[in-house]
């Protein structure tokens, strides 16, 4: 019932307010009220716990689960957001969040290598702050790295982080929900994260597998025995209705369990000895401090747990020496930055009326579709459709290096008011290649690699927690990134001049990238250009808490998660993973954290 009440609320909003407002617009100011139902505390209840963790995305919410299941520990969660509210709940309002309430708002320091077409010529770097974590506010695409990932981890000294160990984890966070032909042994039907197909489809999505296929590729399950071919999106969905790492993991009531949010946690404590005991935050602008007796874990995700770490006197000597930081332990912490970079640029004008554009969405019949069915574009997470995993002739090993991600909608979907804004393009290249497509129906197919060559680093701006950290994503240092992404261009070319496209009038839209216009529209230079440009942040970002064996001078934590050369102290969410899977990363997320409490589980049991 009360997920019906969460749809309820918007329909009399919406109704209410028709003549001045766009469904958009009403997504964009609708704030975090709404607790939905997870039980809280104000303040803990207690000083001494037996755990504290840090942060409740898929990395903090699982652990914080799996470990209270043991009713003689006490545990804390600390988390600096709030509860989603009902519009979380809407997959269509996730082209809202970003530079949202939801969002810390990061943005990229300026490189003159990337990013060139954003506002200030940074990229915004949206993170999710609520129970939750970035889970509230993202695409919900479920995928998981590849198998040869997983194995890789392994050969770099990570013992029990193989394919065939990780496998089971992946499976017991998952509830599948989709019917057909699917191979049991990949997949986890009594898990915590519903999985299901999108409660909508435009015919595009099956365009796009059959064009697939006529270009020679497998349909396949994405999460199956083999990545490589075309698939519809499976998401991280409950009927039509967003499931969150929160829904999946933290609506539960425990008495050993308190959860405060809106709680920053500023450092770590940790004592003469090299353990850490504690948690000092703040809540409503007063400070407290926290203890646990056993261990403080760590889940503030990928920029915020390097901050944290960095804050507290763990981190690269002459970086927290700069910053007037006592050192505590020389660490290579906030090092080896990774994500998945794609490119905006690729939309196509088409024919057939059903894409998602903001007079359609507007339109009473499909919100009431919504309402009480939970079907329709509102349904869907900004229109993802369908994937494709490619591998191009620069890829190296079998894994794939490219993806394609198809759209049903384009930057010009709500008329420039702020899924485009969200990203930070800017209005001047809004202006030259998207409003003139206005009101069309558009598709997009977003080329992303995957198996990127650059790395990035996070640095503090100063020892005042609340500063915001220095982000250097160094995006296309390595120009090999841009060449995979072009060689997936040509690939998303290749698939639209199909048959099963051409049926619906595809034509690209060619309008040229403001920066760009010296170069023909269409020539590799063309491209070359244009994605540094309006580069595509996945926002998969991990990798700078390094996990890896205690021979590997890069390494920060154990193969088991363990902060070197500080006790009672581990890192439980992206930010471990030491290369960067294929695919999006959430599910490895749940993986993680399902392995992290286990691992905490067998320490202490
Ligand atoms: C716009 C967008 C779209 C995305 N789409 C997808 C997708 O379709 N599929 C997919 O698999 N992945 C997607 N992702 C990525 C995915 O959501 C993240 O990789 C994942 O949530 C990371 O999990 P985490 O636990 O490491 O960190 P997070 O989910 O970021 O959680 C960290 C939590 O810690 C809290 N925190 C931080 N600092 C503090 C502090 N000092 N004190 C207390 N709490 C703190 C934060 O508020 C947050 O709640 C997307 C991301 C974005 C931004
Ligand atoms: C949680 O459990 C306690 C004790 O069983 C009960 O009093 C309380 O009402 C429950 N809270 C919620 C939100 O269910
Ligand atoms: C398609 O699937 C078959 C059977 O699994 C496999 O042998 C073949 O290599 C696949 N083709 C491609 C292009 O991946
Ligand atoms: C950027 O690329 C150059 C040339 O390949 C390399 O020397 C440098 O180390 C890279 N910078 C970073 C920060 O990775």
Same mark, same amino acid.
């Given at each position: 019932?009360?997920?019906?009440?969460?749809?309820?609320?918007?329909?009399?909003?919406?109704?209410?307010?028709?003549?001045?407002?766009?469904?958009? +617009?009403?997504?964009?100011?609708?704030?975090?009220?709404?607790?939905?139902?997870?039980?809280?505390? @104000?303040?803990?209840?207690?000083? *001494?716990?037996?755990?504290?963790?840090?942060?409740?995305?898929?990395?903090?919410?699982?652990?914080?689960?799996?470990?209270?299941?043991?009713?003689?520990?006490?545990?804390?969660?600390?988390?600096?957001?709030?509860?989603?509210?009902?519009?979380?709940?809407?997959?269509?309002?996730?082209?809202?969040?970003?530079?949202?309430?939801?969002?810390?708002?990061?943005?990229?320091?300026?490189?003159?290598?990337?990013?060139?077409?954003?506002? *200030?010529?940074?990229?915004?770097?949206?993170?999710?702050?609520?129970?939750?974590? @970035?889970?509230?506010?993202?695409?919900?695409?479920?995928?998981?790295?590849?198998?040869?990932?997983?194995?890789?981890?392994? !050969?770099?000294?990570?013992?029990?982080?193989? &394919?065939?160990?990780?496998?089971?984890?992946?499976?017991? #966070?998952?509830?599948?929900?989709?019917?057909?032909?699917?191979?049991?042994?990949?997949?986890?039907?009594?898990?915590?994260?519903?999985?299901?197909? /999108?409660?909508?489809?435009?015919?595009?999505?099956?365009?796009?597998?059959?064009?697939?296929?006529?270009?020679?590729?497998?349909?396949? +399950?994405?999460?199956?025995?083999?990545?490589?071919? &075309? #698939?519809?999106?499976?998401?991280?969905?409950?009927?039509?209705?967003?499931?969150?790492?929160?829904?999946?993991?933290?609506?539960?009531?425990?008495?050993?369990?308190?959860?405060?949010?809106?709680?920053?946690?500023?450092?770590?404590?940790?004592?003469?000895?090299?353990?850490?005991?504690?948690?000092?935050?703040?809540?409503?602008?007063?400070?407290?401090?926290?203890?646990?007796?056993?261990?403080?874990?760590? #889940?503030?995700?990928?920029?915020?747990?390097?901050?944290?770490?960095?804050?507290?006197?763990?981190?690269?000597? +002459?970086?927290?020496?700069?910053?007037?930081?006592?050192?505590?332990?020389?660490?290579?912490?906030?090092?080896?930055?990774?994500?998945?970079?794609?490119?905006?640029?690729?939309?196509?004008?088409?024919?057939?009326?059903?894409?998602?554009?903001?007079?359609?969405?507007?339109? #009473?019949?499909?919100?009431?579709?919504?309402? &009480?069915?939970?079907?329709?574009?509102?349904?869907? /997470?900004?229109?993802?459709?369908?994937?494709?995993?490619?591998?191009?002739?620069?890829?190296?090993?079998?894994?794939? !290096?490219?993806?394609? &991600?198809?759209?049903?909608?384009?930057?010009?979907?709500?008329?420039?008011?702020?899924?485009?804004?969200?990203?930070?393009?800017? *209005?001047?290249?809004?202006?030259?290649?998207?409003?003139?497509?206005?009101?069309? *129906?558009?598709?997009?197919?977003?080329?992303?690699?995957?198996?990127?060559?650059?790395?990035?680093?996070?640095?503090?701006?100063?020892?005042?927690?609340? +500063?915001?950290?220095?982000?250097?994503?160094?995006?296309?240092?390595?120009?090999?990134?841009?060449?995979?992404?072009?060689?997936?261009?040509?690939?998303?070319?290749?698939?639209?001049?199909?048959?099963?496209?051409?049926?619906?009038?595809?034509?690209?839209?060619?309008?040229?990238? /403001?920066?760009?216009?010296?170069?023909?529209?269409?020539?590799?230079?063309?491209?070359?250009?244009?994605?540094?440009?309006?580069?595509?942040?996945?926002?998969?970002?991990?990798?700078?808490?390094?996990?890896?064996?205690?021979?590997?001078?890069?390494?920060?934590?154990?193969?088991?998660?363990?902060?070197?050369?500080?006790?009672?102290?581990?890192?439980?969410?992206?930010?471990?993973?030491?290369?960067?899977?294929?695919?999006?990363?959430?599910?490895?997320?749940?993986?993680?954290?399902?392995?992290?409490?286990?691992?905490?589980?067998?320490?202490?049991?």
């Amino acid at each position: 019932m009360k997920d019906i009440r969460g749809i309820f609320i918007p329909l009399i909003l919406l109704i209410s307010n028709s003549e001045c407002a766009s469904f958009f +617009d009403l997504l964009s100011s609708y704030g975090p009220e709404d607790s939905y139902d997870i039980p809280r505390k @104000t303040l803990p209840s207690k000083n *001494d716990y037996d755990f504290i963790v840090v942060g409740a995305g898929p990395g903090g919410a699982t652990v914080t689960n799996r470990l209270s299941e043991n009713k003689n520990w006490n545990i804390l969660l600390l988390e600096a957001g709030q509860p989603e509210g009902i519009i979380n709940q809407i997959p269509l309002s996730t082209i809202a969040f970003p530079a949202g309430d939801y969002d810390w708002g990061y943005r990229l320091q300026t490189d003159g290598k990337s990013c060139l077409g954003m506002v *200030d010529e940074r990229c915004t770097w949206p993170r999710g702050k609520s129970l939750g974590g @970035t889970t509230t506010i993202n695409t919900m695409v479920y995928t998981r790295g590849n198998k040869l990932d997983f194995d890789k981890w392994a !050969d770099m000294g990570n013992y029990g982080w193989d &394919f065939k160990n990780v496998l089971p984890y992946f499976k017991k #966070s998952e509830k599948f929900r989709i019917p057909g032909i699917f191979d049991p042994a990949y997949h986890g039907y009594n898990g915590n994260v519903d999985v299901e197909y /999108p409660q909508w489809r435009t015919p595009f999505a099956t365009a796009f597998l059959e064009a697939g296929q006529t270009l020679g590729y497998n349909i396949t +399950d994405v999460n199956g025995a083999d990545q490589i071919g &075309f #698939s519809y999106i499976q998401l991280t969905s409950d009927q039509g209705a967003r499931c969150s790492a929160s829904k999946a993991y933290l609506r539960i009531n425990r008495s050993n369990l308190d959860i405060v949010t809106g709680a920053r946690v500023l450092r770590i404590l940790i004592n003469s000895r090299n353990q850490a005991y504690g948690v000092e935050y703040e809540k409503n602008g007063i400070k407290y401090k926290a203890y646990a007796s056993k261990e403080v874990v760590l #889940s503030a995700g990928t920029i915020d747990s390097a901050k944290l770490l960095m804050l507290s006197g763990i981190g690269p000597r +002459d970086h927290l020496n700069q910053m007037g930081i006592p050192v505590i332990k020389d660490a290579k912490v906030g090092y080896n930055l990774q994500e998945h970079i794609g490119f905006w640029g690729l939309s196509f004008v088409v024919d057939l009326p059903v894409t998602i554009i903001l007079k359609r969405i507007s339109d #009473s019949s499909i919100l009431l579709d919504y309402i &009480f069915h939970r079907k329709g574009p509102i349904s869907s /997470p900004a229109g993802a459709e369908a994937i494709a995993f490619m591998k191009t002739k620069y890829s190296e090993d079998s894994r794939p !290096d490219v993806e394609l &991600f198809l759209l049903a909608a384009g930057l010009n979907a709500d008329n420039g008011r702020v899924f485009r804004k969200g990203y930070g393009i800017t *209005d001047k290249v809004y202006d030259a290649i998207y409003k003139p497509i206005e009101g069309r *129906d558009t598709i997009t197919i977003l080329p992303v690699g995957h198996n990127p060559k650059s790395r990035g680093r996070i640095l503090l701006k100063s020892k005042d927690p609340y +500063d915001k950290p220095i982000i250097n994503g160094n995006f296309f240092n390595n120009t090999m990134d841009i060449e995979v992404l072009l060689e997936g261009i040509k690939y998303a070319i290749e698939l639209v001049n199909t048959e099963p496209f051409k049926k619906y009038g595809v034509q690209i839209n060619s309008l040229k990238v /403001p920066g760009c216009e010296k170069f023909e529209f269409g020539c590799d230079d063309y491209w070359r250009c244009a994605i540094r440009q309006i580069p595509l942040m996945e926002n998969h970002e991990c990798g700078t808490i390094k996990m890896g064996p205690k021979n590997d001078p890069n390494a920060v934590v154990d193969p088991e998660l363990r902060v070197y050369g500080i006790d009672y102290l581990r890192v439980v969410d992206a930010s471990v993973m030491p290369v960067i899977p294929v695919g999006h990363i959430t599910a490895d997320v749940y993986m993680i954290g399902e392995k992290g409490a286990d691992m905490i589980k067998y320490t202490w049991q």
